[in-house]
């Protein structure tokens, strides 16, 4: 089968590990036919925006990526925010897709892939969104001018066309839904997903792991991940933490501590000895990690560890928002307050909590629900076969 992946309402960045990347490769990992049409807007290591050079190249998969510049009749301020493209519909019609995942939603060129649907009724069309209230939409011309009179008449002139809509989250759902006043019947939760880690690998994974931080199984290990911002609660993680004095407990901190709580928080971290603060790690060795923890903390915001987390078969402790219940049903908690994570950490360090199997539950969601082999043949399979 021929995939096409539409890259230009989001950032296609080459070698990373964001879903498009994943899906992506597992597409090729499937056998099919892929290529990506992307914008040339990228983002660089400090997560500032550049451009590159219109062209066409082939990624490390060895699957072809076409970049394509803004329309030249436009001023790029104003394109990037319109993303209007030329030549779309002829590269779509070149490939001859037997079915396409545009990325974002967000942009005219959605019309261009509407307009190839519509000529070709028997391709599989998807598109997927992240926005929500928490991430876009925030000011009065964003929310107003762009997205709900521009974009949204967009997605409303292209829904005829479109299979379905896909949602990340829950918090994105709602807002297709209640923003953008896309049906139900129109909609499809897709989350982020992640690789679930086979036994043999989480086995020796986790006691590596734990042999390299002098743990013993007795120990309980948590880890709190990412950039550190006020949002994610780390000081509060790391009061509650101290408060509880369980001789098992230990914390791994992984990330980076901004300016506003670096002081504060580095107190914190050598008053117990019990905690670590260890910086950035790469993808696979926050996996490692992760296999060698219990219990993975993410009491405040969102992040994409969460999944992996999953994948590696903690126990998660996430912030009590819409979408998050989801992912702790039978194998996790909710928390609003510092209040609730000690009572999170009261029931693990009294027993009450069987962290074993609430561990063997969140593998299970892990292979069911985010798997990114699932998710991708969720786009090239039969819809009337698919386990929703």
């Known amino acids: ?29 499937q056998g099919h036919d892929v290529r990506i049409i992307a914008s040339t807007q990228v983002l660089d290591n400090d997560k500032r925006r550049k451009y590159l050079t219109p062209g066409r190249y ?18 790029r ?18 490939f001859e897709p ?7 939603m967000c942009g005219w060129e959605l019309v261009s892939a509407s307009h190839y649907k519509k000529d070709h009724p028997k391709v599989k069309f998807y598109v997927d969104t992240h926005t929500d209230f928490i991430n876009s939409a925030r000011g009065a011309v964003s929310k107003w001018g762009l997205h709900f009179l521009y974009y949204r008449t967009i997605v409303h002139w292209c829904l005829p066309w479109i299979d379905k809509v896909l949602y990340v989250s829950q918090l994105t759902g709602t807002f297709a839904h209640q923003f953008y006043g896309i049906p139900h019947d129109k909609l499809e939760f897709y989350p982020l997903g992640g690789h679930p880690v086979p036994d043999d690998i989480y086995d020796s994974l986790r006691r590596s792991t734990r042999q390299d931080l002098n743990l013993t199984e007795d ?25 509880n004095p369980d001789p ?7 990330g980076s501590l901004p300016d506003g709580i670096r002081e504060a928080t580095q107190a914190l971290i050598a008053s117990d000895d019990r905690i670590q603060f260890l910086g950035w790690k790469t993808p696979s060795e926050l996996k490692a990690l992760l296999c060698g923890a219990d219990v993975y903390l993410q009491p405040g915001s969102q992040s994409a ?14 912030e009590n928002i819409q979408g998050h219940d989801i992912y702790t049903q039978n194998n996790g908690w909710l928390v609003d307050t510092e209040e609730d994570l000690a009572r999170v ?14 561990c063997g539950e969140s593998e299970k969601l892990a292979k069911e629900k985010l798997d990114y082999a699932v998710l991708a043949r969720r786009i090239t399979d039969d819809p009337a076969e698919r386990v929703v």
């Not at 301020?77 to 070149?94: N, P, Q, T, W």
């Not at 098992?248 to 901190?253: N, Q, S, T």
Request: net charge positive; hydrophobic share 40%.
């Open 1 to 29: 089968m021929k995939v096409i992946h539409l890259c230009l309402s989001n950032y296609y960045l080459d070698d990373r590990a964001y879903q498009e990347n994943e899906l992506v490769e597992e597409h090729v990992r």
């Open 58 to 75: 082939r990624n490390s998969q060895d699957v072809e990526v076409i970049r394509l510049p803004y329309h030249p009749w436009v001023p």
């Open 77 to 94: 301020i104003i394109a990037k925010s319109l993303r209007l493209h030329r030549g779309v519909y002829r590269l779509l019609d070149e």
């Open 98 to 104: 037997d079915a396409i995942l545009f990325h974002g």
């Open 219 to 243: 120990h309980i290990l948590f880890v709190q991940s990412g950039k550190q911002t006020a949002q994610k609660k780390l000081i509060s993680t790391l009061k509650t933490f101290i408060g």
């Open 248 to 254: 098992r407990f230990r914390l791994i901190v992984v």
């Open 305 to 318: 560890t969460m999944q992996t987390s999953l994948c590696c078969r903690c126990a998660p402790v996430l």
């Open 345 to 358: 950490l009261a029931e693990i360090s009294s027993g009450k909590a069987d962290l074993q199997t609430m």
